[in-house]
Nanobody, 124 residues
Framework: QVQLVESGGGLVQPGGSLILSCAAS????????MGWFRQAPGKEREFVAA????????YYADSVKGRFTISRDNAKNTVNLQMNSLKPDDKAVYYC?????????????????WGQGTQVTVSS
């Protein structure tokens, strides 16, 4: 019902910035909370950020708070993740995800649809 495609990943130096974008399709997009998770090889998938269906509420993992900003444009069916002050620990595959309702938090099981992911590498 909802399809998600991430883009914008790449290589950036520590302290640099990168913006990820997620293009969504499906008539239910505007009613779904959206989130970003990340996963490094050998590690569990980790919550990064979430935004409510109308964009009025945002939630961030402590590890990215103050550095990352999640936003959405329901008219364009897109959600972005602006990443600033990137650290080597931010290196991971980043996944865009849509929840089953208008609000969602850190639990992966709250999210029903997942994109294929985009690689973010932070290295000198």
């Amino acid at each position: 019902q909802v399809q998600l495609v991430e883009s914008g990943g790449g290589l950036v130096q520590p302290g640099g910035s990168l913006i990820l974008s997620c293009a969504a399709s499906g008539r239910t997009f505007s009613s779904n909370a959206m989130g970003w998770f990340r996963q490094a090889p050998g590690k569990e998938r980790e919550f990064v950020a979430a935004i409510s269906s109308r964009g009025g509420s945002t939630y961030y993992a402590d590890s990215v708070k103050g550095r990352f900003t999640i936003s959405r444009d329901n008219a364009k069916n897109t959600v972005n993740l602006q990443m600033n002050s990137l650290k080597p620990d931010d290196k991971a595959v980043y996944y865009c995800t849509a929840a089953g309702g208008p609000y969602a938090g850190y639990r992966p099981k709250d999210y029903a649809y997942w994109g294929q992911g985009t690689q973010v590498t932070v290295s000198s």
